[in-house]
C-alpha cells in the first residue's frame, strides 16, 4: 500500500537503526541515469556490531557491477540488506510488491525483481548495517518454511512453463538445504534446538560439515563454543 502512494520514481528503505553515507543517494541514483533499464542498485556496507563498532562486511559473495543476481539470491550466495538498496518503483509494483509474508518478504521481492530485471552492485560504503541479537528473528521454523514456501511458488512456475529442468531441480535442492544449515546456525547462535535444521540439510544435500555440525549440535558444551566465536568474529 505504501509503495503505491510513494509519489517518486524509485523506493528506498531505511530501518531506524541502520544508516545511509551522505552519497548514498547520489551516487546510486547516477546508476540508474547512465543504465536506464537497471531495476535495483545495491552498494558495499559497513557493520556496526554489537559492541557498537564499524567493521567493513566481508561475507557476501561480489558478483560484478552490471548482473543478473536470481541464482546467487536463489542459492543463499548473496544477501542484499535493504538499507543498501535503491529500486524502481514500476519495477516494484509490476511484480505485485510485497508478498503477505512474515519473515521472508525480503527474500521474495528481490527473487522477482532479479528475475525480471538486472541489478547494479556499486562497490562503495554507502550504508551502515547494525548487528544485534533482537534483529534475528527467533522463530526459525517460520522463516525456513515461508522460504521453502517460496522455492515451492518457483518449483510450480518453472513446471507450469516448461522450465524445469535438472540445474533448476539442483538449484531447489542447494537453496533447501542453505536455508536449513543458515536456520541451524542462528539457532544455535541464539542458544535454541539446532539439530533437526541439520538433519534435514543433510537430507537435501550433505556434506562433512553438516555431519559434523549435526553431531556436536547434541552436545551443549560445543554449542557454547560455536556462539562465543560467533560473537568474537562480529
Not at 24 to 44: A, G, M, N, R, T
Amino acid at each position: 500500500m505504501a509503495i503505491s502512494k510513494a509519489q517518486g520514481e524509485f523506493i528506498a528503505i531505511l530501518d531506524c537503526d541502520d544508516l545511509w553515507y551522505p552519497a548514498k543517494l547520489s551516487k546510486q541514483i547516477s546508476v540508474f541515469i547512465e543504465f536506464p533499464k537497471i531495476d535495483l542498485v545495491y552498494s558495499d556496507y559497513t557493520i556496526i556490531n554489537e559492541e557498537g563498532v564499524l567493521e567493513s562486511n566481508n561475507t557476501n559473495l561480489r558478483i560484478g557491477h552490471l548482473c543478473n543476481a536470481f541464482k546467487p539470491i536463489f542459492l543463499h550466495e548473496l544477501t542484499i540488506p535493504w538499507p543498501t538498496i535503491i529500486m524502481k518503483k514500476n519495477a516494484v509494483i509490476n511484480i505485485g510488491g510485497f508478498c503477505n509474508y512474515k519473515s521472508a518478504e525480503d527474500f521474495d521481492l528481490l527473487l522477482k525483481l532479479s528475475q525480471k530485471g538486472q541489478f547494479y552492485f556499486v562497490d562503495e560504503f554507502l550504508a551502515t548495517y547494525r548487528i544485534h541479537m533482537n534483529q534475528l528473528s527467533t522463530n526459525f521454523e517460520l522463516t525456513k518454511n515461508e522460504i521453502f514456501q517460496i522455492y515451492n511458488y518457483w518449483e510450480v512456475t518453472w513446471t507450469k512453463y516448461g522450465d524445469l529442468n535438472t540445474i533448476k531441480n539442483e538449484w531447489l535442492k542447494i537453496g533447501k538445504k542453505q536455508i536449513c544449515y543458515i536456520s541451524g546456525l542462528r539457532a544455535v547462535i541464539q542458544n535454541k534446538p539446532a539439530s533437526s535444521f541439520f538433519k534435514e540439510a543433510i537430507k537435501y544435500k550433505g556434506n562433512i560439515k553438516l555431519y559434523i555440525l549435526y553431531f556436536f549440535s547434541h552436545i551443549s558444551i560445543i554449542t557454547f563454543i560455536i556462539r562465543k566465536y560467533y560473537f568474537a568474529k562480529k
